[in-house]
């Protein structure tokens, strides 16, 4: 990663005053994510700013997994989440922790708390705790059991720890204060029994400490001077702090919060995406139209797109949506720059040239890229059979169509001028050949003359197409705010994926893994990992800023003017 990511923002200005007044020699940040789920483009803006401020100020970012839940967290989560950080372009070096690597300290901090008469086990029912938890109106009631001896909290504890109890019979909890009007403070549990194999520990523990009592002691361990997260736990901060400040912790991190990335049209919470994939309602985690970073990866994103998005919208405390419109721009405007471009037509249309010679095949020169001629040129065969757009012709067509249309001379690209002469319809009325000659002096799209040819379209020769199964992929959601009004799943676009038999120029037959092309006046594309000897399969990452669809319009309504 080379770029210079980000604009300044509060967070950078805090670290820049820490370092500058000597609170911190060096500054030492963790992304710290809970293996139950795949990464999606919401963790990419916390990746971005935890290893990338660690960069940017000389320090380093820990990769750490929250792996305190094991009823939720699997090995392949863990590995999956390890891919996608490295692809985003970030690495943790050395530094890769687990919570559960400090489960025997927080033990040891827990039975801390209970002796200094600041925790004790809860035995009331579940029910009962919700019941005297009060609410934002009202105090919470104290436990019958919160003044129970410290030795008896220790002897049910280690008992708790010993498996003596089935899941929920007790739980370990914070005596902190039940009137606190932060709800986080009335009296939290810090352990809870789970009798269940953990991906790493196995079956060495059967109490789990919760998330708040494991991760600003494992920020304390690793010596974390800056523990960044999302708003959702502002309210969580003065219990951080108050585990720091009662423990015999090593260092005193601090946690500042920032706004979490909403995405239009996008779902950015693990646990619905889930049930997207577990009801299949998308093929899998990495669903091209899922917004996880391995679904983006598979769609064709570039890593240094979402990077440079996630710098863009930058590190705010105020929650937002961002238009997904921003992110497909600067993706277009990364691939513009590199993608080769290639002819494919999406929806085959058979052009017959009348005055070709039978049988000849003529190779012509195109470029790879019209703006960077130092990216070479490739030959592709003309013949007297080419495959064209379906909407790049018309029976009937306004004066301003400068397409294919009876009588009408288009430009081939790269090829020769076409004049349409005629089509054929089946019984349906749909056109199924459009006759046209060539003028065999405009080779390569030009002639001598210099006369004037509005429209230029793409082909690819009929003989020499490769077929292909082309996926054009529309929004996961068909509403801004899935979600917004009910159900999210109601929210489905059930338009997101459309496939097409596509006709591709030959060297498409054989593109390496991995490399974007653009499909000329349609979008950027990469090959899917279902291609086999079979079938080449490709996805569309983004389509072209619609400037085509935009005169169409113009176009027909101009046409229904005129019809008026
Ligand atoms: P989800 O709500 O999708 O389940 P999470 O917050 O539970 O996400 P974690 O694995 O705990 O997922 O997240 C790891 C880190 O990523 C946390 O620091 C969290 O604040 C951050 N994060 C999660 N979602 C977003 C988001 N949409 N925008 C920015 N940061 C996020
Ligand atoms: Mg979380």
Same mark, same amino acid.
């Given at each position: ?65 929250? !792996? ?24 943790? /070096? ?26 004790? *086990? ?33 002897? =049910? ?91 015999? *912790? ?29 009801? /299949? ?55 513009? !720059? ?79 001028? =076409? ?14 050949? *459009? ?8 080779? /390569? ?7 004037? *040819? ?53 060297? =498409? ?52 003017? /005129?019809?008026?």
């Amino acid at each position: 990663m080379t770029e210079k990511e980000s604009a300044t923002d509060f967070v950078r200005t805090i670290i820049t005053e820490d370092l500058a007044s000597g609170k911190h020699k060096s500054i030492v940040t963790r992304f710290p994510p809970e293996p139950n789920g795949y990464l999606h483009v919401g963790h990419a803006k916390a990746i971005c700013l935890d290893f990338g401020v660690a960069a940017e100020f000389g320090g380093r970012c820990n990769l750490r997994f929250d !792996d305190t839940n094991p009823s939720k967290e699997e090995q392949h989560y863990i590995d999956a989440i390890k891919e996608d950080v490295r692809w985003l372009g970030f690495d943790w /070096g050395e530094h890769l922790y687990h919570a559960s690597d400090y489960f025997e300290q927080l033990y040891e901090w827990a039975c801390h708390l209970i002796r200094e008469g600041l925790a004790y *086990v809860e035995e009331q029912t579940a029910e009962d705790m919700r019941k005297n938890r009060g609410d934002l109106q009202n105090p919470g009631v104290n436990s019958p059991y919160r003044d129970r001896p410290a030795e008896e909290s220790l002897d =049910l504890f280690a008992r708790m720890r010993a498996g003596e109890f089935e899941d929920g019979a007790k739980i370990l909890r914070a005596k902190i204060d039940m009137a606190s009007p932060n709800m986080v403070l009335r009296d939290p549990a810090i352990y809870r029994i789970q009798h269940r194999s953990h991906p790493r520990t196995g079956d060495a523990w059967c109490i789990y400490p919760m998330y708040d009592f494991a991760h600003g002691q494992s920020d304390a361990i690793e010596g974390i001077t800056h523990s960044l997260c999302t708003m959702e736990f502002e309210n969580h901060r003065p219990l951080y702090d108050w585990f720091v400040e009662h423990l015999p *912790v090593p260092a005193v991190p601090r946690q500042y919060e920032f706004a979490r990335l909403n995405l239009t049209y996008t779902m950015t919470s693990k646990r619905k995406l889930k049930m997207l994939v577990d009801e /299949g309602r998308v093929e899998s985690w990495d669903d091209p139209r899922m917004p996880t970073l391995s679904g983006m990866r598979r769609r064709g994103f570039t890593p240094a797109a979402i990077r440079k998005f996630c710098a863009t919208i930058g590190i705010k405390r105020t929650e937002g949506t961002v238009d997904i419109s921003l992110l497909e721009s600067i993706l277009r405007d990364d691939l513009n !720059d590199v993608a080769h471009r290639r002819m494919a037509v999406l929806r085959p249309l058979k052009v017959v040239i009348e005055n070709w010679p039978e049988g000849h095949v003529e190779m012509v020169e195109a470029m790879n890229h019209p703006g960077k001629p130092e990216l070479g040129t490739r030959e592709i065969p003309f013949s007297g059979e080419l495959w064209i757009e379906r909407d790049d012709f018309r029976e009937e067509a306004p004066r301003k169509y400068f397409r294919l249309k009876p009588g009408q001379e288009v430009r081939f690209r790269y090829g020769y001028y =076409l004049t349409c002469t005629g089509f054929d319809k089946d019984d349906n009325g749909e056109i199924t050949e *459009v006759r046209c000659t060539y003028d065999p002096e405009s080779k /390569g799209g030009n002639t001598e003359d210099g006369r004037k *040819v509005k429209g230029t379209i793409h082909w690819v020769s009929a003989a020499h197409a490769v077929d292909s199964e082309v996926r054009l992929y529309d929004h996961l959601f068909r509403e801004p705010i899935p979600g917004a009004n009910g159900d999210f799943l109601d929210d489905l676009n059930p338009d997101s994926l459309e496939v097409v038999n596509a006709k591709l120029e030959p060297c =498409l037959a054989d593109i390496p893994a991995g490399e974007l092309v653009q499909f000329e006046r349609s979008g950027y594309f990469c090959q899917d990992r279902d291609s086999n000897a079979d079938k080449v399969v490709f996805n569309r990452t983004v389509a072209l800023r619609d400037s085509w669809a935009k005169l169409e319009k113009k176009l027909n309504q101009q046409a229904a003017e /005129g019809a008026k």
